[in-house]
Each structure stands twice: as C-alpha cells, then as structure tokens.
C-alpha cells in the first residue's frame, strides 16, 4: 500500500499557473497507476490526469487537455500535476489516488483507486 501527501495548492489569478504535488510512501510506489481528480463541494469527483506505473503513458481529462501535465519522478516518490492556464471552472480540492491492478478502462473512474491522500484547495480567482 501506499500513502500520499498532496500540496501545492493556493490561490492563483486566472490565466495564472500552479504545481501539485503527491509524495508517496511505500516500497512499491513504482508499480502504482497515480491519478488526480478534482471535487466541487457536493458534486461527484472529476477525473483530471493519470499517469501508468512507468510514466509512459498518461491521460487527461476534455477539460484540462492541452493545460494540464502529469509526470512523475520515481526517485523521490512523487507525482506532480502542472496546471497552465488555469480558469475559474479549475477552482476544486484536488486528490490525487493510487492504484496498483487498475486497469485501462478504470482508469478514469474514482471508486476504482484504493489509495488516497487528502486533498489540497486550488482556487482561481476571474
């Protein structure tokens, strides 16, 4: 198992950028599928960025495709989320999850990470 730590969040104008981060705990870090979703008060989690146990493959989101980046460096256990060009709709907590046996289909969907870290507030001002 693993446990993560996010930071990085805080309050940006819009058009401005932010780094998340997720440091993770645990030997097995390096075969774990990371991803970030985002929460509105009492709306359900969005699906943001994944990252594959290698860092070759990643995903996005419609709505922060082209803005947002997700990578990882395994030798600090941590995987970050570059967020461009950041607009009010940006404005959520942001999680970040792990998963060591998720599959491709899942990758987008909440309920299917078994690992999360608390979340971290990003707030886009207009």
Same mark, same amino acid.
């Given at each position: 198992? %693993? ?6 969040? *805080?309050?940006?104008?819009? &058009?401005? /950028? ?6 993770? $705990? ?21 699906? %943001?960025?994944?990252?594959?146990w290698s860092g *070759?493959?990643?995903?996005? &989101?419609? /709505? ?6 997700? $990578? ?55």
């Amino acid at each position: 198992q %693993v446990q993560q730590v996010a930071s990085g969040g *805080g309050l940006v104008q819009a &058009g401005g /950028s932010l780094r998340l981060s997720c440091a993770a $705990s645990g030997r097995t870090f390096s075969s774990y599928a990371m991803a970030w979703f985002r929460q509105v008060e009492d709306k359900e989690r969005e699906f %943001v960025a994944a990252i594959n146990w290698s860092g *070759g493959h990643t995903y996005y &989101g419609d /709505s922060v495709k082209g803005r947002f980046t997700i $990578s990882r460096d395994k030798t600090k256990n941590t995987v970050y989320l570059q967020m461009n060009s950041l607009k009010s709709e940006d404005t959520a907590v942001y999680y970040c999850a792990a998963d060591s046996s998720i599959i491709l289909s899942s990758i987008y969907v909440s309920r299917a990470y078994a690992n999360w870290g608390q979340g971290t507030q990003v707030t886009v001002s207009s």
